[in-house]
């Protein structure tokens, strides 16, 4: 079965810096981009970034300066490099992506346009 694991969110304090981590588990083909969403307490779910399968990236205006996104395709996963915190940036992080993989009974390829992570909660506080 396809899914979308997040790791490293936590408590950080302002200033500090987090690695987020988002592995695509099951039989994947391709993946077409993969990036990073968030949702602030009391407010909508925003881009942070995105990256595409040829290292096209897109970033939210206002965290290109801090935030950096990578990916390691042999490992399926995509990195979002958070650094010089502020209390802000605490929301929940979601990982989105559009991939291919075998479908849950191994039987065909299917494309999973719009993929998504549990999320992961990062708290930075002072």
């Known amino acids: 079965q396809v899914q979308l694991v997040e790791s490293g969110g936590g408590l950080a304090q302002v200033g500090g810096s987090l690695r987020l981590a988002c592995a695509a588990s099951?039989?994947?083909?391709?993946?077409?981009?993969m990036g990073w969403y968030r949702r602030a307490p009391g407010k909508q779910r925003e881009l942070v970034a995105t990256?595409?399968?040829?290292?096209?990236?897109t970033y939210s205006d206002s965290l290109k300066d801090r935030f950096t996104i990578s990916k390691d395709i042999s490992e399926n996963t995509v990195y979002l490099h958070m650094h010089n915190l502020e209390p802000s940036d605490t929301a929940v992080y979601y990982c989105?992506?559009?991939?291919?993989?075998?479908?849950?009974?191994?039987?065909?390829?299917?494309?999973?346009?719009?993929?998504w992570g549990q999320g992961t909660l990062v708290n930075v506080s002072s």
């Open positions: 989105n992506a559009d991939l291919t993989a075998l479908n849950a009974n191994g039987t065909r390829v299917d494309r999973f346009r719009e993929l």
């Open positions: 099951g039989t994947i083909f391709r993946i077409v981009h």
């Open positions: 990256i595409t399968s040829d290292d096209k990236t």
